[in-house]
Nanobody, 129 residues
Framework: VQLQASGGGLVQAGGSLRLSCTDS???????????IGWFRQAPGKGREFVAG????????DYLDSVKGRFTISRDNAKNTVYLQMNGLKPEDTAVYYC????????????????????WGQGTQVTVSS
């Protein structure tokens, strides 16, 4: 496991959580050079792209259903990418994963799993109604 995701938990609908994704120290290339994406997987469903950000903090990309509620950001000095989740809904319940993209210095935010090569272990987010 090259990345570490944390910050999940149990929250009521309308609440907020902030997830963090950090480098576990095993990446051969500095964390700051990768596109970082957040994915989630709900029980019985496939893994879906939630948000992604360029290595240089360019315009991020989001799943339509989280636009306006979730914000991705990164602090390259701390080797950390954050996912601020506000206005959480029960349908946001899932295991959330962060991942590093296939190419360094990429100008493309990948939205499919196969373009990500390094993954974190996942953090559970549960939103109660």
């Amino acid at each position: 496991v090259q990345l570490q995701a944390s910050g999940g938990g149990l929250v009521q609908a309308g609440g907020s959580l902030r997830l963090s994704c950090t480098d576990s120290g095993t990446l051969k290339v500095p964390f700051s050079r990768y596109v970082i994406g957040w994915f989630r997987q709900a029980p019985g469903k496939g893994r879906e792209f939630v948000a992604g950000m360029h290595w240089n903090r360019g315009r991020p990309d989001y799943l339509d259903s989280v636009k306006g509620r979730f914000t991705i950001s990164r602090d390259n000095a701390k080797n950390t990418v954050y996912l601020q989740m506000n206005g959480l809904k029960p349908e946001d319940t899932a295991v959330y994963y962060c991942a590093a993209g296939r190419k360094i210095y990429s100008s493309t935010i990948y939205v499919t799993q196969d373009q990500y090569v390094y993954w974190g272990q996942g953090t559970q987010v549960t939103v109660s109604s």
